[in-house]
């Protein structure tokens, strides 16, 4: 079975830092790996996708990597800003289910 | 248009009562999903579609029926609810189920209250 990590729980950071977020996992069979953002109440935005065969993606101020063979995927947020605050939670697709991690939740103080 | 809308946002029923929660997407997409969750925990899934046919179902209560008209549409009728099953119920789209699908979108979401 998939377990899927994200360390830490929570964070908080001052305006400006780059954010750093981990997402682990045990099995490297993955078609894909997701990241999504979420707002308290709301859904989930979609921000990146990586596939199986990539090492990273971006878009933005967001970078997102995938090392497989390590069971690892950063996803870093360039010059944070207010607005990124925001649960963020990494998803893997087996097959046709995800994996979610718990989520991070991202405070980011003016 | 990556866009999921659910309706309505917010539901509040009593156990006995009957309701809907109803999703929608344009994006061509053959496969939709109904997701629950809980505060401050992740989604869990409950249905899928695939190609308007009801692929998995996650040993879901029936309770809770879903049910896609057609390919755009995703509904989840819900009856004898229980206050456990209050939740944040999610619907996503992707463009298949199985394999490497691409990216799954979601809805806002319905808040269900059961009283």
Known sequence: KQEVTQIPAALSVPEGENLVLNCSFTDSAIYNLQWFRQDPGKGLTSLLLIQSSQREQTSGRLNASLDKSSGRSTLYIAASQPGDSATYLCALRVDYKLSFGAGTTVTVRA | ?115
């Open chain 2, 1 to 115: 248009d990556t866009e999921v809308t659910q309706t309505p946002k917010h539901l509040v029923m009593g156990m006995t009562n009957k309701k809907s929660l109803k999703c929608e997407q344009h994006m061509g997409h053959r496969a939709m999903y109904w997701y629950k969750q809980k505060a401050k925990k992740p989604p869990e899934l409950m249905f899928v579609y695939s190609y308007e046919k009801l692929s998995i179902n996650e040993s879901v209560p029936s309770r809770f029926s879903p049910e896609c008209p057609n390919s755009s549409l995703l509904n989840l009728h819900l009856h004898a609810l229980q206050p456990e099953d209050s939740a944040l119920y999610l619907c996503a789209s992707s463009q298949d189920v199985g394999g490497n699908t691409g990216e799954l979108f979601f809805g806002e979401g319905s808040r269900l209250t059961v009283l």
